[in-house]
């Protein structure tokens, strides 16, 4: 077998997609199995705690650094070359899938694995990587792993990050699942090369019948998290028009910012994720409201110019209806491009193995996006069936799966240049 005939082992892959998704697992009633492993929960430790354990039983060097983020590292012939890294994230969402993040970082270990079995040496080491946190549904922002990792935000403030449901500090948490690493971060040196292979999460790919996504890169990502305060008062008795009703706001901005997408078109868009009501009650108007509105284009400039009609949403709304609005920064990332080289690479290692390809950009944040600061940098995409993610009926089919592992083993040993032909076993 020469080099560019090696093919991982999809079916191999699959399996540990379905063990690790075991962990947390939720089903629906039409049959769907998704996942809730929400960050630096019981359950994220037990997949973290499973996926080190086939690091080890890879027989990689595996490292935790301070705020959690596990590397596993197989070594190259060159003991001083910077490691070529995969990665991506166990964490889900609280209705979330088995395949978002876990597919990197499983394609990892199935590339090592693919590698191991047929005696292929690479001068660079090969690591492979999960962040932690990348979704931010429990600590914002998202990708806080990795953006401690490149140095984006200082470790003291990521760990001191509360969580959105029941206010644990992160490094609290870290603690109590055992894994505040000894291993600094940043780390100090950056890695030769990242790629992250990784679900389209939208319809794109399956709309067009493409099977290999190549990711051009992210677009900008800004949260805000808002606390409208009102007058709290009897349902009943209230007139209309004496009422300072935080619940009509939170209303008037959720089809708001959906208007402000609708009109702007192209690639923005707007949603309210969460919306708390304080009492609560049938009868009582409430006297506050915590919400969510998360935007995002692929312009910086329109990016920016959806958060100034946002504010002027807010701020109009504050004065018409009598009520105080405090906004709160939880994330705000630019758009991200990614390296022309590495793109380049993806794609003609696509083509070349037979696969139809698109260059697009990714709706979803990533880890990826974060490493881009440190490395050249590149995204493999897969189809998801019915273009659904962050809800437990995600699902991509076997042989896209494979089809994005072996873009991406291909794309890792041309990077990672390899020192030993496969043997003819
Ligand atoms: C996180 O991954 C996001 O895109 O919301
Ligand atoms: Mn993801
Ligand atoms: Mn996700």
């Known amino acids: 077998m020469t080099l560019s005939e090696l093919r991982v082992d999809g079916a191999r892959l699959c399996q540990r997609l379905e063990a690790l998704g075991e962990i947390g697992a939720v089903s629906g009633p039409n049959g769907e199995r ?11 430790r037990e997949g973290r705690d499973l996926v080190v354990a086939w690091m080890h039983d890879l027989g990689l060097a595996v490292t935790i650094d301070a705020i ?26 609280r209705t979330g899938g088995r395949f978002d993040g876990n597919l990197g970082v499983l394609a990892g270990l199935e590339l090592i694995e693919t590698l191991e079995q047929h005696g292929v040496r690479t001068v660079h080491p090969i690591s492979v990587a999960f962040f932690t946190d990348e979704e931010g549904a429990r600590f914002a922002p998202d990708m806080l792993g990795s953006l401690v990792y490149v140095g984006g935000m200082a470790l003291e403030d990521a760990l001191d990050v509360r969580a959105a449901d029941d206010g644990a500090r992160l490094g609290d948490e870290l603690l109590r699942i055992g894994y505040a690493g000894p291993t600094p971060c940043p780390a100090p040196g950056a890695p030769h090369a990242y790629f992250e292979l990784h679900i389209e999460q939208g319809p794109v790919l399956e709309d067009a019948g493409i099977t290999i996504g190549v990711v051009t890169g992210v677009q900008g990502i800004s949260w805000t998290e808002l606390t409208i305060t009102g007058q709290s008062a009897h349902a009943g008795t209230t007139p209309m028009r004496l009422r300072h009703d935080p619940g009509y706001v939170a209303a008037a901005i959720t089809t708001g910012v959906r208007r402000v ?10 949603t309210v994720g969460r919306c708390e009501f304080v009492p609560n009650l049938v009868n009582v108007v409430p006297a506050q409201v915590t919400m969510t ?17 946002f ?26 491009e ?28 990533h880890d990826a996006q974060m490493l881009a600061r440190v490395c050249p940098t590149a995204m493999v995409f897969v189809p998801s069936a019915n ?35 496969p043997d003819e076993r």
């Open 338 to 365: 990614f390296d022309a080289a590495m793109v380049a690479l993806v794609e003609s290692t696509a083509t070349r193995l037979g696969h139809s390809t698109l260059r697009m950009p990714s709706g979803a944040g």
């Open 261 to 270: 997408a609708r009109e702007m078109g192209g690639s923005q868009v707007a």
């Open 293 to 309: 509105v998360d935007l995002r284009n692929t312009d910086e400039g329109l990016l920016r110019q959806a958060e100034a009609a």
């Open 387 to 421: 273009g659904l993610s962050h809800n437990i009926a995600e699902y991509t089919e076997p042989a896209d799966i494979a089809a994005g592992a072996n873009v991406l083993l291909q794309a890792v040993l041309a990077t990672a240049q390899v020192v030993a032909a």
């Open 68 to 93: 959690g983020n596990v590397v596993g590292t197989r070594a190259g012939a060159d003991p001083t070359a910077a490691p070529v890294m995969v990665g991506s994230h166990i964490d889900t969402v």
């Open 311 to 336: 504010a002027e949403l807010c701020t109009g709304l504050e004065h018409d209806e009598g009520v105080g609005i405090v906004r709160r920064p939880l994330a705000r990332f630019e758009p991200v």
């Open 34 to 44: 998704g996942c809730a492993r929400l960050a630096l929960t019981d359950a994220d």
